[in-house]
């Protein structure tokens, strides 16, 4: 019996893409999974097509680490053009509505406080929202009716930048997980009496990542390229424990490295032992061996790694 052909190279870490405009974020982790040969690749965090900016890609067991990303605050920079409603809460549906009304800003930012702390949110009718197990995006381009309830969302901040002329204005803000900038924009149009959609979207931030750390698709080919070649694409990964640094990281043994890896729990003694309480991560020999929890002095895996 012939052994399974591996696809792709076991590849481990976080590359934090700039995502261009026209491509969707399951193309953009295909044409990555090409270029590196890698065997596993995900995505924290779908951005439109319409969207650029951050795109966090996890190789390997970076993929274990997914869910700290997805629970990071975001933030983005984006653009409304009043006047319409499209069905998409963006430039790329039809017109749904007109209005001949703009606002000015001093009612744009009287309406801001409305929009920011926990709100409910209706999510737009393009939005991967399940409805009776199929996507709201699928039911939509059928065309079928279907009505989507009002969900908790979470704008930390929501600041007016600029409002270049009368038939637009950016914007700035920070949310938390499962916020529709989009719908922002559609509920805010309706609020003012004007209309609205989203012109244009960058997301600056995702947890832990910014703009400062991104590389883009272009950037990524030249590398691979060059001389550099795979060398050089490995090198713009940053480590798997990039995504938990809003947890301790806990330094233990070898034998207790094995002992973790094997699922079992880690008595934490001795006089330098830490005293701590909650979710860390395990390293040893400066490699990640473990995300777990501390209880009483026992460090208990809940997920560990094959970093090799």
């Not at 970076?62 to 430039?91: C, N, R």
């Not at 973790?260 to 040893?284: C, E, F, H, M, N």
């Not at 995300?291 to 026992?298: D, K």
Request: aromatic share 4%; hydrophobic share 40%; proline share 6%.
């Amino acid at each position: 019996m012939k052994a399974r052909r591996r696809k792709g190279e076991p590849v481990h870490g976080w590359l934090v893409l700039d995502k261009p405009a026209g491509m969707t974020s399951t193309e953009a982790v295909a044409r990555l999974k090409r270029m590196f040969s890698a065997a596993k690749v995900g995505h924290a965090g779908t951005l439109d097509p319409l969207a650029t900016g951050i795109l966090p890609i996890a190789f390997g067991e970076a993929t274990k680490t997914v869910p700290h990303i997805m629970d990071g605050q975001k933030s983005y920079l984006f653009t409304v053009d009043w006047g319409s409603e499209t069905e998409t809460d963006d430039s790329e549906g039809a017109e749904v509505a007109t209005s001949r009304e703009r606002p000015e800003t001093g009612r744009i930012e009287a309406e801001l406080p409305v929009f920011t702390g926990d709100i409910m949110q209706v999510p737009p009718t393009f939005s991967a929202v399940k409805v009776n197990g199929a996507r709201a995006y699928d039911l939509a381009r059928d065309g079928q009716e279907f009505e989507l309830s009002a969900r908790p969302a979470r704008i930390e901040r929501l600041e007016l930048v600029e409002q270049p002329d009368s038939d637009r204005a950016v914007f700035e803000a920070d949310c938390a997980k499962g916020t529709y900038v989009r719908a922002i924009a559609r509920d805010l149009g309706r609020a003012l009496g004007c209309l609205g959609h989203v012109s244009s979207l960058r997301r600056t931030r995702v947890g832990p990542f910014d703009l400062k750390g991104t590389i883009s698709l272009d950037k990524l080919m030249e590398i691979s390229h060059s001389a550099a070649g795979r060398e050089g694409l490995l090198s713009a990964l940053k480590p798997v424990e990039t995504a938990l640094d809003d947890i301790p990281a806990l330094t233990i043994s070898g034998s207790d490295a094995a002992r973790l890896k094997r699922g079992q729990s880690v008595l934490l003694r001795g006089r330098d032992a830490p005293v701590i309480t909650g979710p860390v991560y395990a390293t040893s020999n400066g490699m990640l061996v473990a995300l777990g929890e501390v209880e009483q002095g026992t460090l208990r895996p809940t997920r560990v790694f094959n970093l090799m």
